[in-house]
């Protein structure tokens, strides 16, 4: 009786331990998420385009756009940066920008009180001409009329036309000094004329 008893309790028990010692597996898969193609990355692109005044060298109109371009890619600017504007006529005589009415050689020697040949002069010599220029019209302008500031402003378009030629030859602070010296002109002319018309209206 024993022995049955251990046969079927055996019996019973093996397919149990057989069970307990298997572990389901499980599976897993995994689906490839679909990407959208990456569109291209863009930068976003300034352009400014000035324009200066020949005479003072102020900017007297400033344009600035605004576009995209694809990221990396150099912006390519179909415009000049910087351009200038066309003469302006004055009320009491021609255009005072560079090369209009320019005075020869003997007006701008009258004017300055020493030989000068304005084709001729280097850099330096041209730094000093336009220091002289301005001390000149500071010192003199007090008792000028029309013709006199026309007479000055001729003077200083050949020394501009020079400056033209000579340009890359002067350095950054000369460029400043003789662009302060041409706006000072400008403005002391300008002055003057206001000066006059309202002297005029009284």
Same mark, same amino acid.
């Given at each position: ?10 019996a019973i028990a093996a397919p149990?331990?057989?069970l307990a010692q298997t572990k389901? !597996?499980? !599976? +897993? ?62 009320? =009491? ?41 301005? =001390? ?8 000028? +009329?029309?013709? =006199? ?51 005029? +209206?009284?």
């Amino acid at each position: 009786m024993n022995r049955s008893f251990w046969l079927a309790t055996l019996a019973i028990a093996a397919p149990l331990a057989t069970l307990a010692q298997t572990k389901p !597996t499980t !599976t +897993k898969t995994t689906t490839p998420a679909t990407t959208k193609p990456a569109t291209p990355a863009t930068q976003e692109v300034k352009e400014t385009v000035e324009e200066l005044d020949p005479a003072t060298g102020k900017v007297i109109r400033r344009t600035t756009r605004t576009y995209n371009v694809p990221a990396g890619t150099a912006a390519t600017s179909s415009a000049p940066a910087t351009t200038t504007a066309p003469p302006v006529a004055t009320e =009491d005589g021609p255009s005072s920008t560079t090369g209009a009415s320019a005075a020869n050689d003997a007006a701008v020697s009258a004017f300055l009180h020493e030989k000068v040949v304005v084709s001729r002069a280097t850099a330096p010599q041209l730094l000093r001409l336009y220091n002289e220029f301005i =001390d000149q019209v500071r010192t003199d302008r007090s008792g000028w +009329k029309p013709a =006199d500031w026309e007479r000055a402003s001729a003077v200083l378009s050949s020394l501009n036309a020079r400056y033209d030629q000579l340009r890359t030859s002067f350095s950054l602070d000369d460029k400043l000094t003789i662009r302060s010296q041409q706006g000072e002109f400008q403005t002391l002319r300008t002055a003057r004329q206001l000066s006059d018309q309202i002297s005029n +209206k009284l």
